[in-house]
Nanobody, 121 residues
Framework: QVQLHESGGGLVQAGGSLRLSCAASGRILSMYAMGWFRQAPGKERDFVAVISGSGTSTIYADSVKGRFTVSRDNAKNTVYLQMNSLKLEDTAVYYC??????????????WGQGTQVTVSS
């Protein structure tokens, strides 16, 4: 069993930055690929990024490529999402998830409760 807890969300102006953290407990995080997803109001939950268990491989959604960076510190059982050059359309609830390598929700069996990111003009 893995428990995940996101933090670091908040209100930021367009063009600004935020760093989300996802702290894991219960099992060794390095066993899992870690994904970030987001859900905007009235929309489906979308893939944002994924990082392999070792941290050597990453994939990003086209919409965030070049602006967001996913990283992990397995010694701290924590995964990060650094978000730069934020846009209004990045406003969403952001979720971290643990599971298999992939870009779809079904690849991940463990989910955090989400953290709100709001980008203002």
């Amino acid at each position: 069993q893995v428990q995940l807890h996101e933090s670091g969300g908040g209100l930021v102006q367009a063009g600004g930055s935020l760093r989300l953290s996802c702290a894991a407990s219960g099992r060794i995080l390095s066993m899992y690929a870690m994904g970030w997803f987001r859900q905007a109001p009235g929309k489906e939950r979308d893939f944002v990024a994924v990082i392999s268990g070792s941290g050597t491989s990453t994939i990003y959604a086209d919409s965030v490529k070049g602006r967001f960076t996913v990283s992990r510190d397995n010694a701290k059982n924590t995964v990060y999402l650094q978000m730069n050059s934020l846009k209004l359309e990045d406003t969403a609830v952001y979720y971290c998830a643990a599971g298999r390598w992939g870009m779809v929700e079904s690849a991940f069996g463990y989910w955090g409760q989400g953290t709100q990111v709001t980008v203002s003009s």
